[in-house]
Structure formats: structure tokens, C-alpha cells
């Protein structure tokens, strides 16, 4: 019965957690900020878009990790004959397993790329483009102008280091990546890309 009294009672306003302006004013303002908490659902859902695409340095052709481990992916990107080849060579942990080396040759210019067997992963390696055989993502490509290229590059988190006669775009750390850009008369006339695979 006592409970009750306790329960029904105007004095049980002590365990109300609200309070009145004037109980707020003698409060230091620290203990009623209001916690912050991220949107969690957008931070998992751009984590998952981020991991399923390259940076421009991670793969400056194509952007879709998915698209990026087919062979064809770099096929439907060349516009000039080309041909393919593939190299079995030592896996640089395990001797024991065979990795591929496919190279893609279109007029002067390469493409390699690096499919270690364990992971099923594509991964370019290294590039040199002397045509208008492939454009890269964003349409950067050989004969587009420097201040063009500025432009795009300037829209990605590289570093750029810029002389008279390139323009290289490279991480600003971690590991060796380049994407190198040769000028002529103001105009873009060699592509180079130089990854780290391991």
C-alpha cells in the first residue's frame, strides 16, 4: 500500500527526468549537450560504394572493382585491334603457384595487368599509352590539352606535380603509384601508369 502512496504521489517528481528552466540554469551547460552520432546507414552504404570502386590511381580506366576483373572490361574500352597474351609466372610468396600476366597490345601501345590465382583478382599494373586507342575514366586521354587535364586531375585526391613536359598524378603516400601524362605543344601525347602489385 505504501508503494502506492509512493507511485500516485506529487513527490515522485524527483525520479522525473525532466527539468525546469530554473534547475537548468544552475546546471553547468556541458552535461545537456546533445550527443552526436553519425548517420550510420550512409556511412555503411558510401563504405560499400568506396569499396566497390577504384580511385583514379588504383585503376585509371576502370572504376568498378566488379568490371575491373574481367578481361572484357578492357576489351570494350579499346577502340583499335589489339591483341592478348598470357604469361604464367611465380607467385612471389608461394612458388608453388602459377600467377598470369596478360598483356594487351593495341598499335604502340600496353596494357599489363596482373591476375594472382588465390584471389581471382585483375589488377592493372602498369600502362603505356601512345594512341587514341583507349580513353581513360573521366575521358582523360592522349590529345587532350594540359589546361584540360588540370582540370580533371584536380577533381580526384592525387598529388600533381607538373613541369614544362608532364603532368604526374601520384599519392601523396603509401605506395609507389603514378599515372604520368607527357605533353607536346600543350597537348597530351603519352599516358604512362606505374602500379606496385604485390
Request: hydrophobic residues 40%; charged residues 20%; proline residues 5%.
Given at each position: 500500500m505504501l508503494a502506492l502512496v509512493f507511485l500516485f504521489s506529487p513527490f515522485t517528481g524527483a525520479c522525473n527526468t525532466a527539468i525546469t528552466s530554473n534547475e537548468a540554469d544552475d546546471m553547468p551547460q556541458q552535461d545537456f549537450q546533445e550527443l552526436s552520432f553519425e548517420d550510420t546507414l550512409s556511412s555503411k552504404v558510401s563504405r560499400s560504394i568506396a569499396a566497390n570502386t577504384y580511385d583514379l590511381l588504383g585503376n585509371p580506366i576502370i572504376a568498378d572493382r566488379k568490371q575491373g576483373n574481367k578481361l572484357e572490361a578492357y576489351f570494350v574500352r579499346i577502340n583499335a585491334d589489339f591483341t592478348l597474351d598470357a604469361m604464367p609466372i611465380e607467385n612471389r610468396h608461394k612458388p608453388?603457384?602459377?600467377?598470369?600476366?596478360?598483356?594487351?597490345?593495341?598499335?604502340?601501345?600496353?596494357?599489363?595487368?596482373?591476375?594472382?590465382?588465390?584471389?581471382?583478382?585483375?589488377l592493372l599494373q602498369d600502362a603505356d599509352i601512345r594512341n587514341t586507342g583507349i580513353i581513360l575514366r573521366n575521358n582523360m586521354k592522349v590529345g587532350m590539352s594540359?589546361?584540360?587535364?588540370?582540370?580533371?586531375?584536380?577533381?580526384?585526391?592525387?598529388?600533381?606535380?607538373?613541369?614544362?613536359?608532364?603532368?604526374?598524378?601520384?599519392?601523396?603516400?603509401?605506395?609507389?603509384?603514378?599515372?604520368?601524362?607527357y605533353l607536346k605543344n600543350g597537348k597530351v601525347n603519352r599516358i604512362r601508369y606505374e602500379s606496385y602489385v604485390d
Open positions: 608453388d603457384i602459377s600467377d598470369t600476366i596478360y598483356t594487351i597490345r593495341f598499335g604502340e601501345s600496353v596494357l599489363e595487368l596482373y591476375a594472382p590465382t588465390q584471389t581471382g583478382d585483375l594540359q589546361p584540360e587535364l588540370m582540370t580533371k586531375l584536380k577533381a580526384h585526391d592525387v598529388r600533381i606535380l607538373q613541369t614544362t613536359n608532364e603532368v604526374v598524378a601520384t599519392t601523396a603516400e603509401g605506395a609507389p603509384i603514378a599515372l604520368r601524362f
